[in-house]
């Protein structure tokens, strides 16, 4: 008989989990069922290029039900809701579907950190509704630019990854028509990355016409303001959230061993405390060896976990995710046709990075879509 094998979350860990699965395994074999709250994948690296309208919606997203029907793996596109993991069921809005073995892929949500007025007030980016709510707003002020004696003023809160490429990415939009601020509480932009990236990103910044404002805590986000600790202030036209991610609140309804911010603890092998149940990808804390929350580390540990349950039914050993810190490389846009690709050896700089991002954004999205109509399509219950 098959086993089946729910993978939860069908993100960049869930996506390859399944795919792999099913490279391992037939039909016969392996009964592979994905939910996902969203019918589509979302290329979560260039949301800042929607949100600014340099991609559309299309081209950043793969439909999943298209996707998992070809490879005939059942998708449901349905929250989940909470496992138990020793009865091995898992229950969503409209079932309940018992499981061999668990894959939890369900990522991380938006932090607004508890500052007041920030849910209210600011936009963040972390799903396709909120890069289409920050382009509408966008549009909506240079519409009025008209209406004031002072270029509007757009403040971009984190200057993380995620704020220093929508800000160099909003400064080429916008241009003169409203004045940019990028404002975080380090001293430089970028923590943890090389000096030699730093000044190269913040340079461009500057070159852009982007406002950098360090040690600059926010206590408060009104309507049309933002109010820092050190008792300052920016009128805001408009305040964007780029303030990092906390674990899902779906985490705790899922009867496994969390660490205190609620990241679901795995061992190397990518087990939770139920040896059957993994968790990859961004919802996921490996406690011996901590990793970095990218795309890149996501795809390769759904990857490992499928392999480890395949070794599993097969009573073969299982593998340890152990990547070396050499292995990681960063690719960080900064804006029309300049990025770095930054990696514990070596920075690269410019044009050549930014044709690389573009590429992996493409060979990543090429290989999933559904250029050729499926010829047959499963029967969905
Ligand atoms: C704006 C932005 C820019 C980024 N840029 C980069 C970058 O340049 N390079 C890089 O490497 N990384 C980048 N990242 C990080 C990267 O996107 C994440 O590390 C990666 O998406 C993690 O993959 P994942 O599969 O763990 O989670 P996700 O890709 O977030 O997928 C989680 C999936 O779970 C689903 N889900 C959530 N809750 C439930 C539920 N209860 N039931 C069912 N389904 C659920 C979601 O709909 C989603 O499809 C960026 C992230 C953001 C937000």
Redesign the pocket.
């Known amino acids: 008989m098959a086993h089946t094998i729910v993978i939860?979350?069908?993100?960049?860990?869930?996506?390859?989990a399944a795919l792999h699965l099913r490279d391992l395994a037939s039909k016969k074999d392996l009964d592979i069922r994905v939910?996902?709250?969203?019918k589509?994948?979302?290329?979560?690296?260039?949301?800042?290029m929607l949100a600014t309208g340099v991609k559309s919606k299309k081209a950043i997203t793969i439909d999943?039900e298209l996707l998992f029907s070809k490879k005939g793996i059942r998708f449901y596109p349905?929250?989940?809701?909470k496992v138990n993991p020793k009865t091995k069921t898992i229950y969503?809005e409209n079932r309940k579907v018992d499981f061999d073995y668990l894959i939890i892929?369900?990522?991380?949500?938006?932090n607004y950190r508890n500052v007041p007025g920030a849910p209210e007030n600011a936009l963040c980016?972390?799903?396709l509704a909120d890069?289409d709510k920050i382009k509408n707003s966008i549009h909506h002020l240079i519409d009025k630019t008209k209406v004031y004696s002072q270029p509007p003023k757009i403040v971009v809160i984190g200057t993380g990854?995620?704020g220093v490429?929508?800000a160099a990415e909003l400064a080429d939009m916008v241009k003169k028509r409203a004045q940019v601020i990028l404002v975080g509480t380090s001293s430089h932009i970028l923590k943890g990355f090389s000096f030699d990236a730093i000044g190269y990103a913040e340079k461009i910044l500057k070159k852009k016409g982007v406002d950098l404002q360090f040690n600059k805590s926010v206590s408060k986000i009104d309507s049309s303001k933002v109010s820092f600790r050190d008792k300052s202030e920016i009128y805001s036209s408009l305040t964007i959230w780029?303030g990092g991610?906390r674990a899902?609140p779906?985490n705790r309804r899922l009867g496994l061993r969390t660490n205190e911010y609620h990241f679901i603890m795995v061992n190397n092998f990518l087990q939770t405390n139920f040896l059957d149940v993994f968790a990859?990808?961004?919802?996921?804390y490996q406690f011996k060896t901590p990793q970095?929350?990218?795309?890149?580390?996501?795809?390769a540990?759904?990857k490992l976990a499928a392999g480890n349950i395949w070794a599993r039914i097969n009573d073969k050993e299982l593998v340890s995710y152990l990547p070396k810190q050499s292995d990681y490389k960063?690719?960080?846009?900064l804006g029309k046709y300049k990025a770095f690709l930054f990696s514990q050896k070596s920075l690269l700089k410019g044009l050549i990075p930014y044709n690389i991002?573009a590429f992996v954004e493409k060979e990543f999205l090429f290989k999933r879509k559904n250029w050729i109509w499926p010829i047959k399509k499963i029967n969905l219950k």
């Open positions: 939860a979350g069908a993100g960049f860990a869930g996506i390859e939910f996902d709250k969203s589509y994948f979302t290329y979560q690296p260039s949301l800042h999943l349905e929250a989940i809701d969503s892929g369900t990522g991380t949500v938006n980016l972390k799903t890069a990854l995620t490429e929508m780029c991610v899902n779906v990859v990808g961004d919802c996921a970095a929350m990218t795309a890149q580390t996501a795809s540990q759904g960063y690719l960080v846009s991002k």
